[in-house]
């Protein structure tokens, strides 16, 4: 019998590395110490592939689905990138270790994980962030445009008040569809209009706001 361990962090970038084409994305993540992003009662599931509830009925992504929106954002070293739906700040500081001369600007609309997110970036010396409130609209236009926006809940279309904080050539990943079934889509801002290109099913929370799905 093999008695040898199976390192699961070490597993899980093998695995991303054979499914996702960016190999600088799946470095970057494995730079970022997804075990500190958990709650500690889940630590020992930090390097499955599996989304992990971080409490106020959120969770944190899993790495497969991190790892295609990274992808999909295309993102250079000095790009402003804009997330919404900071969570625990996990993707947020995949995003602060690809764009070290950018910058990138989260909104959370949950306080408790706004100010725990905050705080642990920092401690983390993600020195490229900044998480804000979130409000009542959707992004924050007047630190844009941004060359990449990505949204971490679920959508039932495009939100025209993203679309309006690209900068032209900026690419928007995010999920569109009910609240039962939804797919990943990257839109891309041209000159003459939208590009656009589905990645692949997903699910989602639901995205709150003007531009969410209307209250039962």
Known sequence: MDRRQVDPKRELF?????????????????????????????????????????GEEQTISQPYIVAMMTEALELSGGDRVLEIGTGSGYQTAILSALTPRGR????????????????????????????QQAGSSLGCPFKGPYDAI????????????????????????????????????????????LSLRVLGPCRFVPL?????????
């Open 150 to 193: 990505i949204v971490t809940a679920a959508a039932p279309r495009l939100p025209e008040s993203l679309l309006s904080q690209l900068a032209i050539g900026g690419r928007l990943v995010i999920p569109v569809g009910t609240l039962s079934q939804q797919e990943l889509v990257q839109a891309r801002r041209t000159d003459e209009g």
């Open 14 to 54: 093998r695995k991303l590395l054979r499914n996702i084409p960016s190999e600088t994305v799946i470095r970057a993540m494995e730079q970022v110490p997804r075990d500190l992003f958990v709650p500690q009662d889940s630590r020992h599931m930090a390097y499955l592939d599996l989304p992990l509830s971080i």
């Open 104 to 131: 990138v600007v989260s909104m959370e609309r949950v306080p408790a994980l706004m100010q725990q997110a905050r705080q642990r970036l920092q401690e983390l010396g993600y020195r490229n962030v900044e998480v």
């Open 208 to 216: 709150l706001g003007a531009e969410a799905f209307p209250q039962p």
